[in-house]
């Protein structure tokens, strides 16, 4: 029996990120046996003087209805909707309590109160009790590659985890996880014309033996996943949405070090949330 710890939260408003944020919950849910619950609010559409209380519950129900119809014909056998009078972002936080994943649209409407970055989704990803994706359009659908930021940290080998077992279930195949430590440089000339690019090498060199050693235990639980290291001479974000580019998933920590110093909402996580042309996973 799945624990009720396991279960996925997927935040549905009615929007079209919200349908994509649906359908990637069910692939993730799916390939992990585990169930969904299905959120909406009409707490957040109270305020508005168009709408009654008892008109902003049906349309609550009306979008329900329809993530209800979505699952169906998913192939999903155990999932629930639940329809909530509070606000969407505490509502969340305290199901997060009891869940393995919460899964949101990049953006919404309606229910979510407007899911932008820098509301809804940061407000989310930072104080939820469980890994929060943000879900877009990928820049490359289909991709089985799973990029994660790297840094050497406790928050790090959380996230080098959960991008081992995401590659190991993407789509029925095996993935690719692709492991990226973005390290800023200086200019390559020092003073008086210095010639520094041994040094730049030397920093990349250190990169890549952090790298090794970071995946080196992973690599002997997951041998099927296929790895690559990525030292980059550029910034954490910079390298990260790069990377994006060719992913089907990013993944970051709250909480970082060295090449991703202040790895904490505001900062880097940010930074992928807004830049990353593919979902992106933060993990705690």
Not at 201 to 221: F, P, T
Not at 273 to 282: I, R, S
């Amino acid at each position: 029996m799945v624990s009720s710890t396991q279960r996925v939260i997927v935040a549905y408003d009615g929007s079209a990120d919200s349908d994509r944020g649906l359908d990637w919950a069910v692939d993730h849910a799916k390939a992990r046996g585990l169930p969904i619950e299905v959120y909406s609010a009409s707490g957040d559409l109270e305020y508005l003087p168009e709408r009654t209380a008892d008109e902003a519950d049906e349309l609550v129900q009306g979008r329900l209805g329809r993530a209800g119809e979505r699952l169906k014909g998913s192939g999903l056998d155990d999932w629930t909707t639940t329809a909530t009078k509070g606000k969407v972002v505490p509502e969340l936080i305290e199901a997060s309590r009891s869940a393995s994943l919460l899964v949101l649209g990049a953006q919404g409407h309606g229910a979510l109160g407007g899911m932008l970055l820098g509301s809804v989704s940061q407000h989310l990803t930072r104080h939820a009790h469980c890994p929060v994706v943000v879900v877009r359009a990928p820049h490359a659908p289909g991709s089985s590659r799973v990029v994660v930021g790297v840094d050497g940290s406790d928050a790090s080998r959380k996230a080098l985890t959960f991008a081992f077992e995401h590659a190991e279930a993407v789509a029925g195949t095996i993935g690719t996880v692709v492991a990226v430590h973005g390290r800023g440089m200086t200019a390559m000339n020092g003073p008086w014309d210095v010639d520094v690019a041994p040094a730049v090498a030397d920093e990349l060199e250190k990169a890549q033996r952090l790298l090794s050693e970071a995946v080196a235990g992973l690599r002997e639980e997951h041998p099927d996943v296929t790895v690559e290291l990525q030292p980059m001479p550029v910034p954490a974000v910079r390298a990260l949405a790069d990377a994006s580019l060719t992913a089907g998933l990013v993944v970051v920590g709250t909480r970082g070090r060295g090449g991703f110093v202040g790895l904490l909402l505001g900062s880097i996580s940010t930074g992928v949330l807004q830049h990353a042309q593919c979902p992106v996973v933060v993990v705690r």
